[in-house]
C-alpha cells in the first residue's frame, strides 16, 4: 500500500513540477515582451523604431512571443491542477 502513496506523490511531483515552470516561463516570457515596449516608448508613449521593416519584424516576433507565453501559462496551470487527477488515473491501472 505505501508503494502506491510513494508513486502517487512522486507522479504529483513530475507533473506539478513541470506544470510551475511552464508557469514561470510563461509569465517570464510576457513580461519581456512588455519590458521590451516600454523601453521602446518616447516620452510622448508611441512607440519609435528606425525604419518600417524592424518595426514589422519586431512586433511580428514580440507577437509571436506573447502567444507563446500565453500558451506556456495556461498549459502550466492546466498541468498542475490535473496533475492529482493524472496521477490517480495512471495508479488505478497498476
Do not use: C
Not at 18 to 42: C, E, H, Q, S, T
Request: hydrophobic content about 50%; aromatic content about 12%.
Amino acid at each position: 500500500m505505501t508503494y502506491y502513496w510513494t508513486v502517487f506523490i512522486v507522479l504529483i511531483a513530475l507533473f506539478a513540477g513541470g506544470g510551475i515552470l511552464a508557469i514561470v516561463l510563461g509569465y517570464r516570457m510576457m513580461k519581456g515582451v512588455d519590458r521590451a515596449r516600454f523601453g521602446r516608448r518616447n516620452q510622448y508613449g508611441a512607440e519609435t523604431f528606425e525604419d518600417y521593416d524592424t518595426a514589422h519584424s519586431t512586433q511580428l516576433a514580440e507577437n509571436t512571443r506573447m502567444v507563446v507565453g500565453r500558451l506556456m501559462l495556461l498549459a502550466g496551470i492546466g498541468s498542475t491542477f490535473l496533475s492529482p487527477f493524472i496521477s490517480l488515473m495512471i495508479i488505478s491501472t497498476m
